[in-house]
C-alpha cells in the first residue's frame, strides 16, 4: 500500500512538471541569453523555473543583438537525473524578437557534492531550429562546481554540433561558461562571471574573432515555497566580436 501511494505521489509531480511545462511553452512571452553557469548539482522531486535575459548595448563585429532569452524548466526524475526543456529567443538589431531554439534533454550528476568539495556532471541537449534555414543541434558536454566555505567555483564546458544533410558534421563550437562566488550569507552573494564563445573548433581564427565577455555579477536567494534566486550583473566585451556591454540577469523558482 505504501508502495502504492508512493508511486501515486510520484506520478502526481510528474503530471505537475508537464502540466506547468505547458502552460509555460503555451502562454510565456519572453522578456531579454543564454549567460547563466548552469550547476551540476541534482535533486530528485525538485522542480524550477527559470529565466535567463540579456540586453545588448555597442554592437560587435560579429554579434549584432538587443536582446536574448531563455525559458527553462527542469525537473529532478532521480537523486541522479533531471530533465531539461528550454525555448530560446532572440532579437537582432533591425529585426524583431523571434523564437529561436526549442531544445529537450537531461543532465546526469556524476559526482554527487556534500557540503565542501567537487561536484561533477554531464548534459546533453537536442535543439530543434524554429527559424527557417537554421539547422538543428546537439549541444553536450561537462559541468563541474568546487565548493570550499562560502566560495565556489563553477565551470560549463558545452559542444555544440550541426544536424543536417548540408551541415560540416566535421566543424564543433565551443561555450565555456565559469563563475567564481563568493556568499556572504544564505540571501546575499557577489562573484565573477565570464563567457567565451568559439564558432568552429576547426577554424578558430584570433582571440578578436571570438566571443568573449566578463564582469561583475550580484546573487540574491529568498527561503520560502517557492524560493525564489535572482542575479544581475554586467558583462564587458573583451575582444571585437563581443558587443561592448551585456546586462544579464536570471530568474528562478525552485518548488
Known amino acids: 500500500m505504501g508502495g502504492d501511494m508512493g508511486r501515486g505521489a510520484y506520478l502526481r509531480r510528474v503530471s505537475w512538471f508537464f502540466f506547468v ?16 553557469v548552469r550547476s551540476p548539482d541534482v535533486e530528485n522531486g525538485e522542480f524550477k523555473l527559470e529565466e535567463h535575459g540579456a540586453v545588448y548595448s555597442g554592437p560587435g563585429e560579429d554579434e549584432r543583438r538587443r536582446q536574448s532569452h531563455e525559458l527553462e524548466a527542469k525537473y529532478g526524475f532521480t537523486d541522479r537525473f533531471e530533465g531539461i526543456v528550454e525555448l530560446t529567443a532572440r532579437e537582432n538589431i533591425g529585426d524583431s524578437l523571434k523564437w529561436h531554439r526549442f531544445e529537450l534533454g537531461g543532465q546526469y550528476e556524476l559526482v554527487e557534492r ?11 541537449l537536442y535543439e530543434f531550429a ?40 566535421d566543424s564543433l563550437e565551443l561555450k565555456a561558461n565559469w563563475r567564481l ?29 571570438q566571443k568573449h565577455r566578463v564582469g561583475p555579477v550580484a546573487y540574491l ?21 563581443t558587443s561592448d556591454i551585456t546586462f544579464k540577469f536570471d530568474i528562478e523558482a525552485e518548488f
Open 21 to 36: 511545462l505547458a502552460v509555460l511553452l503555451v502562454s510565456a512571452h519572453p522578456v531579454s541569453a543564454q549567460f547563466y
Open 114 to 124: 556534500h557540503g565542501d568539495g567537487l561536484g561533477l556532471a554531464f548534459r546533453s
Open 130 to 169: 524554429l527559424q527557417d534555414g537554421d539547422p538543428d543541434e546537439i549541444l553536450f558536454g561537462p559541468l563541474a562546481k568546487y565548493v570550499w566555505r562560502q566560495d565556489s567555483f563553477t565551470i560549463n564546458t558545452f559542444f555544440i554540433g550541426q544536424v543536417g544533410n548540408h551541415v560540416d558534421i
Open 181 to 209: 562566488k563568493h556568499e556572504f550569507n544564505e540571501t546575499w552573494g557577489v562573484g565573477v562571471e565570464g563567457y567565451s564563445e568559439v564558432e568552429d573548433l576547426a577554424h578558430t581564427g584570433t582571440w578578436d574573432d
Open 221 to 241: 536567494e529568498l527561503e520560502g515555497m517557492p524560493k525564489w534566486e535572482f542575479a544581475a550583473g554586467t558583462l564587458f566585451g573583451v575582444s571585437d566580436a
